[in-house]
């Protein structure tokens, strides 16, 4: 079954570059063995929480800081998602992480896009990440980044990290820069957050929802999502890791998709979570059940959703 599966067309809206440097590549770049490359990059099947997860990022981070490491990287991811049968991704990554050995936020994404387009038979997208926690300026210099590449290789923003420990209350302002630039965002809400920061996301203008699983735990949020037609980006081995959820059993994912709510199916960070996609699908189907026609009509919602022109949505509904 994963082999039908795999060749099946598949979307991915959410799935970091810094969480899916392949062990390959991180190895030869370190000069480190695999086996050690993974116990620095892959998180525990359950950890205590998303704090914790998070810091399995250090170690990839550290190896993206020039412009050769970063292209192979993305070269690397794309030639990963071809393979996997996905015909169009949406990869995100924060700039502001890889300046630690002088570049700048033009080389960042040059490098990364240069890397992304090597391989011309899967159509991509970057979502670049403002990120909680971190200082305004930075975020402000994400904004104007994505500004300038918008339509160029750039189509959208978030906002990531620890939403227990950094309220969207606090970053209000940004996304109100971001919609006077008329930049398109999603945001991480609802992930290890409550169904509340959801419909803030939503109420602020977030047209998809990275993760969302908590809006389940409001009728009042799920009218709305369903209201404003927003789209829940699920990634649920993910969501089991940072504890998000008890157990991939529990996960909300079946609950939400029969109650007509728009979800996709989404890696989140292939080598954190030691997951490809069409595992997440086979899972998925283990444990729900879920038919191709489920995985279709998930694909049809994330196209959809997309942040990218209607005739590329057209072209893409074909290919399913």
């Known amino acids: 079954m994963l082999e039908e599966i795999e060749k ?6 959410h799935v970091h570059l810094d969480g899916s440097v392949s062990k390959e590549i991180a190895s030869k770049i370190s000069g480190i063995s695999e086996k050690e490359v993974i116990s620095r990059m892959t998180a525990k099947d359950k950890c205590e929480n998303l704090s914790e997860y998070l810091t399995k990022f250090d170690f990839p981070i ?13 070269k690397n991811l794309a030639k990963y998602l071809e393979k996997q049968s996905v015909i169009y991704a949406e ?3 924060a700039p502001m992480f890889h300046t630690k050995e002088g570049l700048n936020y033009d080389e960042i994404i040059q490098a990364v896009l240069s890397g992304l387009r090597e391989n011309s038979r899967i159509k991509t997208n970057l979502i670049l990440c403002m990120m909680r926690g971190m200082p305004k300026e930075l975020n ?8 300038k590449y918008l339509n160029n290789g750039v189509c959208a ?6 939403e227990d420990k950094f309220p969207l209350k606090e970053y209000l302002e940004l996304f109100k820069i971001a919609k006077e630039k008329n930049i398109p965002f999603t945001i991480h809400a609802g992930e290890n957050g409550t169904a509340s920061e959801v419909k803030k996301a939503i109420e602020i203008g977030a047209k998809r929802i990275g993760h969302g699983i908590h809006s389940i735990e409001s009728k009042e949020v799920l009218e709305l999502i369903e209201e404003k037609d927003i789209l829940l980006e699920i990634c649920p081995t993910s969501n089991v890791q940072t504890n998000a959820v008890t157990s991939y ?3 909300p994912i079946y609950q939400l998709y ?3 709510i728009p979800v996709s199916i989404n890696t989140d960070n292939i080598t954190v979570s030691n997951v490809t996609i069409s595992e997440e699908y086979q899972k998925l ?3 729900f059940n879920f038919k191709i026609e489920d995985y279709k009509k998930m694909n049809e919602n994330a196209i959809k959703h997309a942040f990218i022109d209607e005739e590329t949505k057209k072209e893409l509904l074909k290919n399913l």
């Open 8 to 13: 099946l067309p598949k979307v991915e809206l």
């Open 157 to 162: 923003l978030d906002l990531a990290g620890a």
């Open 140 to 147: 402000l210099k994400t904004i104007d980044i994505a500004k």
């Open 258 to 260: 029969k109650k007509g």
């Open 62 to 74: 550290s190896l993206m800081q020039t412009k050769q490491n970063l292209y192979e990287i993305a």
């Open 91 to 93: 990869i995100r990554f």
């Open 249 to 251: 059993k529990e996960h």
């Open 285 to 287: 189907k283990n444990t």
